[in-house]
C-alpha cells in the first residue's frame, strides 16, 4: 500500500476557496463601479451602491461570528454591539469634525476671527443642544483627533469584549448561559445609551455621517463608491485573514474547543485563553466593519445595539452555513438583500381574498420559518449546496465504515 | 526510587459521599502500575484528582523533581507539566483528520499566540509520520477521525498521547471493547512506554492485569486496601472479600 506522503502546498493552493472568493468579491466590485453613476454607466443608483457597501459590511461581521460561533462554538448573542460601538467612535469624530467646519464658517462672518474657546463652544452646542447640554462630556476628549478615534475603533470594542470575555470564560460560562450573558450585555449598552446623559445624543444617535469632512465639494456619488471599495477591500482582507487562521493548527484548536473543550484542556491548551482571544478578534473585526458601515447609513442610534440585531446576525450565518467563511458570507449578503426587498414595500404583497399578505409585516414570519427549516432540514446551510455540487465532481468513497480489519476494495481503491 | 508522582492523605466529598478516604499513593519515573476496585472505589475520582478535574477537600499532591503541588494548577497547566489522561471512551476530535488529531498534540508550545504562527516543520513532520506507524494508522493519516472505527480510534487517542510526551500516563480501562489481537497489542505497547515514563492503568479485566505484570493497587472505598503483585494481593483476605469474592 503506498504511503500517505506530506506534500508541502501553499496556504492558497490548500483552500482554493479563499482565491474563488477574491476572485469574484473584485469582479463583483468592478462590476458595481462600472454600473455606478460615479464611473460608469450610471445603471445603479448611489443609494443602491450604499445598500451594496453597507452589505458588505454585514458581511465582514457574519465572518466574524462564523469564527466565534461557527468554529469555536459560542454562540455570541451581542456582537453587533461591537459592531455599532465601532460606527459610534468613527462616528464621533465625523460629527465633530463636519460639525466644526460649519462653525468655523459661520463664525468667520462675524468679522473677529473666532478664538478656539468660541469654536469650540460653538460645536458643542450644535452636536449637544438636542440633548439640552452645551458641553462636551468627557468621552468626547479626542473627538477632534480622526487617528485617535480610529483607535478607539479598535479599543473601546476590544477592551469591552476583553473584560466581558474574561469575566465569563474564566467562570467557564458556557453554551446558552453564554448567551443569554451576551444578550444582557448588548442589552445593558443599548439601554444606557439611550439614556440623554449617556454622552452620545441619547435616542437621537449621532447623524449626519454620511458627509465627510473637508471632502464637502465631493458628491455622494463619489463617496459612496469609495467606501463601497474600502468595505470589499475590509471583507476580501478579513476573509483571507480568517480563513488563515482557520486552517493552520490555531483553527484546529478552536474546532476541537467546539467539539470537546474538556479534551482540549487534557492536552495542555488554554481553553479560556482561547476563547478570550476568538472573542476579542472578533469583536474588533465587528467594530471595524461597523466603522465602515455607519458612514454608509448616514445615522447611528442605540436601536442599532437592540440584541435582536445580534440574534439576526446569528441567523444570517446560521441560513448561510456556519462553520465554513463563505457561508456566512452568503448568508449574511442572501438574507439582509432580501430583507431590504421585503421590508422596502417593493415585494408585491399576494391577495389571498379573505386576506392581503404584505411583506413588510410578514417577512419576519418567513425568516422565523426559513431559521427552522434550515436548522431542522439542511443543518449546513445554503453553503451545504456546495457539498452537494463537489460531491458531484469527485465522489468520496473512502468515508463508509468498511467493516473489520481489511475491509473492503473500496476502501483501499480510495486510499491509492 | 524516588517518586515521581505523590499523593498524600487526598480525601474529597460529593454531597456528602466520601468517594476519596485519606487516599495515599506513589509512583516512580519509570513504573507501571495497575489500579483494580470495585465499581464506586474512587478509581476514576482518583484520576479526575490528579489531571486537576476535581479538587480534593484536604491532602497534597505532588509531581516531579521539584515537588510542584498540582492542586494549585489548571487542568491545561497539569497537562502541560507532563501528566497525560486516556478515557475509558474514545474521545478524539471525530470532525478532524488523524494527522490534525495528532498535530494538535505533538509536544509544543500551547499558547495561542504561538499556535496560531505555528508552522509544521519536517521535524513535526515525520514525528506525525512515525506516531502514525507505531499505532498502525500511518495509511489513514488524511481520513477524519470520526470515520475510524472504535479499536482504530482508541490506537488514534493513545497516538495522541505519545505525541504529548507526558511523564505521568493515566490510562482507564484501555482494553474495554477491543479485540484480542488488539488487547496484546496495548499490553505491550503499555509495558514498552512504562520504560521511560510512569504509566498508571486502571482496569477490571484481571486477565489484561495479569498480562501486564505489574504492581497492583487495589481500592475499595476511597483509600488503598492492599499493594503488590497480582498474585499477593489476590491472595489477600480483604481483597477477596470486597472484590474478587463476589464473582
Redesign the interface.
Known sequence: ?T??T?VERSFLARNPSVLWFILILAVFTLGVTVLSEAYGLAFISTSFVKTLGKTLCLCLVALAMDLIWGYAGILSLGHMAFFALGGYMLGMWLMYARTEEIVVAALAQGGLPATPEEISQGIAVQIFGVVGASEFPPIWYFAHSFWAQMALVVLVPGGLALAFGWLAFRSRVTGVYLSILTQAMTLALALYLFQNDSGLRGNNGLSGLQNLPGLGDVSQDDLSIWFFWASALALGLGYVLLAW?VS???G??I??IR??E??V???????E??KL?VFTLTAVIAAIAGALYYPQAGIINPAELAPIASIYLAVWVAIGGRGRLYGAVIGAAFVSLLSSWFTGGRAPSIPLGFYTINWVDWWLVLLGLSFVAVTLFAPKGIGGLFDLWQGRMAPDR????LGPEDGSLQEKEA?K | MTALLEVSGVSVTFDGFRAINNLSFSIGAQELRAIIGPNGAGKTTFMDIV?G?TRPDKGSVTFGERSVSLLSL????I??AGV??K?QRP?V????TVA?NL???LKAQ????R??F???GPDD?ARV?ALAEEVGL??H????SG?L?HGQKQWLEIG?LLA?EPRLLLVDEPAAGMTLAEREHTTQLLVEMAKTRAVVVVEHDMEFVRRLNCKVTVLHEGAVLAEGSLDHVTKNQQVIEVYLGRG
Open positions: 500500500m504511503r500517505q506530506f487562521l493552520g493548527k490555531f484546529s484548536v474546532r476541537a467539539d470537546d474538556q479534551r484542556r487534557f492536552l495542555g491548551y488554554s481553553v485563553g482561547y482571544f473512502k468515508g463508509a465504515q486510499l | 489531571t478535574k489548571s487542568e491545561a497547566e497537562a502541560r497525560g489522561r478515557f474521545t476530535f471525530e470532525d478532524q490534525e498535530t494538535m498534540a500551547r499558547a495561542p499566540w499556535v496560531l505555528w508552522k509544521e513532520r509520520q500511518a495509511d493519516l488524511p481520513r477524519k470515520e472505527s495522541m504529548q
